[in-house]
């Protein structure tokens, strides 16, 4: 309002121009402006933006991502090719343990022919096969077995959780009861057991099914164990933010309104611990891929032929000596995975976690 509208003088109203003045160009451009309306989602990702740390390890989860998924495509070697091998010929022991972009006999005289041939990156290991598709795919299995694995926790450790904190009493008593119980099982012992109880009861079965038999008893022990064992710690902070949310209004209101308990938990409780969940999934992801490597690293894993870094690490020693890359390329590859998504992790904590909102 530009001009303040002329006052009557017959009028008893006050005279307002003595109070109030119009407001100028100036405090008008202040007014308009004004925050835009956001999301929850939004504000994190704003914030996480400003994070440069979590922002470069966010680039580095993000090519390793592509890298494993798209170069076995194109790459003209497979995880499972034995070089020095030909149907109908001697094997060719010159293709076993070559260093990096160094090639086998055969290959030097295609060379020497005019023929291009690709190099063997990382060279090759003692069976012949070229260690660069090895790494990559033992990143996939490592890269897989980690989302697969927070899925799972994510999945039981939220219902879990979100059960328990809404009914509360002898419910709650109960179910944190079993927690705790499953808190004091030794993690590597069970996955022991389960493997050895899989390699005799269901072998035959996992054998018959193709994706099954690459992955081995070894890995389906794995993702059984972070089933039974891994979503307590998901299960307990789920279980705290339901019990600080179930004393607010709205979903007070939502009980009077005849609403049931799985749809207040789904459409009231659970979105308002997404910050929660986020930050707990993203943590569980480093973890499960540090714990597949490890158990790979003991033979627990995945079977062969198929890769997993853990593995190529563990088969490694017998000639660290002679060819140590093979043991320092594998390391590097799992610390630069763990690392990157725990850094990320503790990144989507502050950018997520509203009690550390500035």
Same mark, same amino acid.
């Given at each position: 309002?530009?001009? @303040?509208?002329?006052?009557?003088?017959?009028?008893? $109203?006050?005279?307002?121009?003595?109070?109030?003045?119009?407001?100028?160009?100036?405090?008008?451009? &202040?007014?308009?402006?004004?925050?835009?309306?956001?999301?929850?989602?939004?504000?994190?990702?704003?914030?996480?933006?400003?994070?440069?740390?979590?922002?470069?390890?966010?680039?580095?989860?993000? &090519?390793?991502?592509?890298?494993?998924?798209? *170069?076995?495509?194109?790459?003209?070697?497979?995880?499972?090719?034995?070089?020095?091998?030909?149907?109908?010929?001697? *094997?060719?022991?010159?293709?076993?343990?070559?260093?990096?972009?160094?090639?086998?006999?055969?290959?030097?005289?295609?060379?020497?022919?005019?023929?291009?041939?690709?190099?063997?990156?990382?060279?090759?290991?003692?069976?012949?096969?070229?260690?660069?598709?090895?790494?990559?795919?033992?990143?996939?299995?490592?890269?897989?077995?980690?989302?697969?694995?927070?899925?799972?926790?994510?999945?039981?450790?939220?219902?879990?959780?979100?059960?328990?904190?809404?009914?509360?009493?002898?419910? +709650?008593?109960?179910?944190?009861?079993?927690?705790?119980?499953?808190?004091?099982?030794?993690?590597?012992?069970?996955?022991?057991?389960?493997?050895?109880?899989?390699?005799?009861? &269901?072998?035959?079965?996992?054998?018959?099914?193709?994706?099954?038999?690459? !992955?081995?008893?070894?890995?389906?022990?794995?993702?059984?164990?972070?089933?039974?064992?891994?979503?307590?710690?998901?299960?307990? !902070? *789920?279980?705290?933010?339901?019990?600080?949310?179930? $004393?607010? +209004?709205?979903?007070?209101?939502?009980?009077?309104?005849?609403?049931?308990?799985?749809?207040?938990?789904?459409?009231?409780? /659970?979105?308002?611990?997404?910050?929660?969940?986020?930050?707990?999934?993203? @943590?569980?992801?480093?973890?499960?891929?540090?714990?597949?490597?490890?158990?790979?690293?003991?033979?627990?894993? =995945?079977?062969?032929?198929?890769?997993?870094?853990?593995?190529?690490?563990?088969?490694? /020693? +017998?000639?660290?000596?002679?060819?140590?890359?093979?043991?320092?390329?594998?390391? =590097?590859?799992?610390?630069?995975?763990?690392?990157?998504?725990? @850094? &990320?992790?503790?990144?989507?904590?502050?950018?997520?976690?509203?009690?550390?909102?500035?």
């Amino acid at each position: 309002m530009s001009k @303040l509208p002329e006052r009557n003088p017959f009028s008893s $109203q006050v005279d307002i121009s003595k109070f109030f003045a119009p407001t100028t160009e100036d405090e008008r451009s &202040l007014q308009a402006r004004m925050r835009p309306s956001t999301t929850f989602f939004k504000d994190g990702m704003r914030r996480l933006s400003k994070n440069w740390i979590a922002m470069t390890c966010l680039c580095i989860v993000a &090519l390793i991502v592509l890298i494993v998924f798209i *170069v076995p495509a194109i790459y003209p070697y497979s995880y499972e090719q034995q070089l020095g091998i030909t149907p109908g010929q001697p *094997v060719d022991p010159s293709y076993n343990n070559l260093a990096p972009f160094e090639y086998g006999t055969t290959e030097q005289e295609r060379i020497a022919n005019g023929e291009k041939i690709f190099p063997h990156i990382f060279g090759t290991d003692s069976a012949g096969r070229d260690y660069c598709i090895r790494i990559i795919y033992g990143a996939r299995v490592s890269l897989l077995v980690g989302f697969f694995a927070s899925i799972i926790v994510l999945i039981i450790g939220a219902t879990y959780g979100s059960i328990s904190g809404y009914y509360g009493g002898k419910v +709650d008593m109960v179910m944190m009861r079993l927690v705790d119980i499953i808190y004091s099982l030794p993690d590597l012992l069970m996955i022991i057991l389960l493997s050895t109880v899989l390699n005799q009861t &269901l072998k035959p079965a996992i054998d018959s099914v193709p994706f099954l038999s690459k !992955l081995g008893t070894g890995m389906i022990s794995i993702f059984i164990v972070f089933a039974l064992l891994y979503w307590v710690s998901m299960a307990r !902070l *789920v279980r705290g933010q339901i019990l600080s949310i179930k $004393q607010q +209004d709205y979903v007070l209101a939502a009980k009077s309104t005849g609403a049931k308990g799985g749809h207040i938990i789904k459409r009231h409780m /659970l979105p308002n611990c997404i910050s929660v969940i986020i930050i707990s999934t993203a @943590l569980q992801i480093p973890s499960a891929i540090f714990t597949e490597s490890y158990l790979s690293f003991l033979g627990l894993g =995945v079977s062969k032929p198929m890769p997993s870094l853990g593995s190529l690490a563990s088969a490694a /020693l +017998d000639g660290v000596r002679s060819y140590p890359h093979r043991l320092i390329i594998p390391a =590097v590859a799992i610390c630069l995975i763990v690392l990157s998504l725990n @850094l &990320l992790g503790d990144g989507l904590r502050d950018a997520f976690d509203p009690k550390l909102k500035k």
